[in-house]
């Protein structure tokens, strides 16, 4: 996830900030409990499988602060040498709108997605369609491609 395009914000009230909570809901939006969502990623117990399960983990890095995951999870070629999280955005919520390959029979693989996020009462929108590859052999984000 790269730029912001920040939104005007809407008056809205939103649930707090889910946390790392493990028996919680995973920030990705996911039916499974962070622990047994992406917080199996996070932990190291499990890796993503496709590259949308991937774009999920990492947008949950983002949500619970995880900078370790989201450096690993980069590809080398493009991975920053260091991440500060702005601790005063709150990511509020994911849409994954589409995805191609991806899949474990695939070396390549794009997601797009809105990721909805806020500051204060300010809230912005961020619309990435990504692009992932395999990197010795697991799934890790290359960048972001223009539409
Ligand atoms: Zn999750």
């Known amino acids: 996830m790269g730029s912001m395009s920040q939104r005007r914000p809407r008056h809205r009230t939103f649930p707090p ?12 939006g996911g039916s499974a409990a962070y622990r047994d969502c992406c917080g199996r990623l996070h932990s190291g117990r499990a890796t993503a499988s496709t590259a949308e399960q991937l774009m999920r983990s990492r ?37 994954v709108l589409s995805a191609t390959g991806g899949t474990p029979f695939h070396n390549e693989g794009t997601v797009a997605f809105r990721a909805v996020h806020r ?17 010795e052999g697991g799934w890790v984000y290359l960048d972001a491609i223009a539409d």
């Open 17 to 28: 900030r889910p946390a790392a909570d493990p028996a919680g809901p995973c920030p990705c």
């Open 59 to 95: 947008y949950s890095a983002f949500a619970v602060g995880d900078r370790d995951y989201l450096l690993r999870t980069w590809h080398p070629s493009t991975r920053p040498r260091s991440l500060d999280l702005d601790p005063g955005t709150e990511w509020v919520r994911l849409e």
């Open 119 to 135: 500051a204060g009462a300010r809230e912005g929108v961020l619309d990435e369609h990504s692009r992932f590859v395999r990197h």
